[in-house]
């Protein structure tokens, strides 16, 4: 039998430790611990343990569990700015196929990353205070601020609404569908699935703005 088959995980967690990947081992055990706990259910020490440390290890890279679960948060938008480019094909889909496959490719983050997403959005982590965070926020606006441009380039620029208020608009109405289908899953008794409800929910909206017939 292999060895390395009966070492417990611990001791695969040590052996990344010694390799220098102590931040990196840090970073995805607070992502499981917060998926499990939520950002304020478990300490410093809890996170050393499932990375498999000793209690004192995380100070070396992070002053205290705000800085490591900012470490979450930035890890997670990096991955969201990259999911986001990845639906919309960098610009490259129809206006209207960008705009719905960015609100899918939200709600498909949200499932998929519940740790993330927590660290990211519901933290209480001060985005605009942390310039890495701030930047690649504004990454993944990027993405919904160009569909709404795009949306709204056939009509004369005095009717063109603002960009970055569509992008803010369509953002905050993914946020409300990711709590409506997420914990607790209120909205599990809806005779529709969550990408509908976003997708004829920003329909009409568009359809208010004059962006789409």
């Known amino acids: 039998m292999d060895t390395d088959a009966r070492e417990p995980p611990e001791a695969g967690r040590r052996k990344s430790y010694h390799h220098g990947n102590l931040r990196e081992a840090l970073v995805e055990a607070a992502r499981v611990l917060i ?6 259910g478990f300490t410093m020490a809890e ?45 490259e889909r129809a206006p209207l196929a960008a705009f719905t496959a960015a609100g899918n ?34 990454r993944a606006m990027a993405v919904l601020r160009l569909s709404a441009e795009r949306l709204s380039a056939h009509l004369p620029p005095a009717k063109r609404p603002p960009a970055g208020m569509v992008a803010n608009h369509v953002w905050a109405f ?11 899953r209120p909205g599990s008794r809806a005779p529709y699935s969550a990408e509908e409800m976003l997708e004829s929910g920003t329909a009409i909206y568009l359809r208010g703005l004059g962006l789409i017939p």
């Not at 998926?35 to 304020?40: A, I, R, S, T, Y």
């Not at 992070?62 to 986001?84: C, K, P, S």
């Not at 993914?174 to 607790?184: A, K, M, Q």
């Open 35 to 40: 998926e499990e706990k939520g950002p304020l």
């Open 174 to 184: 993914s946020h409300g569908v990711v709590e409506l289908f997420g914990r607790g």
């Open 105 to 138: 490719a939200y709600l498909d983050f949200a499932r998929t990353y519940p740790g993330y997403y927590v660290a990211m959005f519901e933290s209480g982590v001060a985005i605009s205070a942390n310039a890495q965070l701030n930047r690649m926020a504004d």
């Open 47 to 91: 996170a050393a343990r499932a990375a498999g440390v000793s209690p004192a290890a995380p100070y070396r890279h992070f002053a205290g569990r705000e800085e490591l679960i900012e470490a979450v948060a930035l890890q997670g938008f990096t991955l969201f700015a990259e999911q986001l480019e990845r639906a919309t094909e960098g610009g």
